[in-house]
C-alpha cells in the first residue's frame, strides 16, 4: 500500500498558526527524508521544509523562523508547525519523500510519481 494523507489546513487570518500532519505509508516515510511541499495557484509545487530520518532540517528561505518540521519515526508521521502565517503562504500544502520518488512498488504494481490529496491552507489580510 501506498498512502501518504495530508490535514490540518485551514483559514487564517495572518499572524495565526496551524498544523499539518501527514501520515505515510513506510515504503515512503523510511526513505532518508521527508518533506513538505507547497503550490500555490499559478505557480510550481515548491519544497518548503524537509527533514532527515536523523532529525536534520533545511527551510526555503521564506519561511526559516516561522515554519518548523518535523517527524515520529514510530507512527510514520510528519509534521509541519506554522506560525506567523502570511498571505503569501496560502497554498496546497503536500507532504512526500524530499525528493520524491518516481517508482514505488507495492501490492503488485509500480505507482508513479505518487502524491496525496493534499491540504489547503489559506491565510487572509
Known amino acids: 500500500q501506498v498512502q501518504l494523507v495530508e490535514s490540518g489546513g485551514g483559514l487564517v487570518q495572518a499572524g495565526e498558526s496551524l498544523r499539518l500532519s501527514c501520515v505515510c505509508s513506510?515504503?515512503?516515510?523510511?526513505?532518508?527524508?521527508m518533506g513538505w511541499y507547497r503550490q500555490a495557484p499559478g505557480k510550481q509545487r515548491e519544497l518548503v521544509a524537509s527533514i532527515t530520518r536523523g532529525g536534520s532540517t533545511n527551510y526555503t528561505d521564506s519561511v526559516k523562523g516561522r515554519f518548523t518540521i518535523s517527524r515520529s519515526n514510530a507512527d510514520n508521521t510528519v509534521y509541519l508547525q506554522m506560525n506567523s502565517l502570511k498571505p503569501e503562504d496560502t497554498a496546497v500544502y503536500y507532504c512526500?519523500?524530499?525528493?520524491?520518488?518516481?517508482?514505488?512498488?507495492?501490492?503488485?504494481?509500480?505507482?508513479?510519481?505518487?502524491w496525496g490529496q493534499g491540504t489547503q491552507v489559506t491565510v487572509s489580510s
Open positions: 513506510g515504503n515512503i516515510f523510511n526513505t532518508n527524508a
Open positions: 512526500n519523500a524530499a525528493p520524491p520518488i518516481p517508482r514505488i512498488y507495492s501490492g503488485g504494481r509500480y505507482y508513479y510519481n505518487y
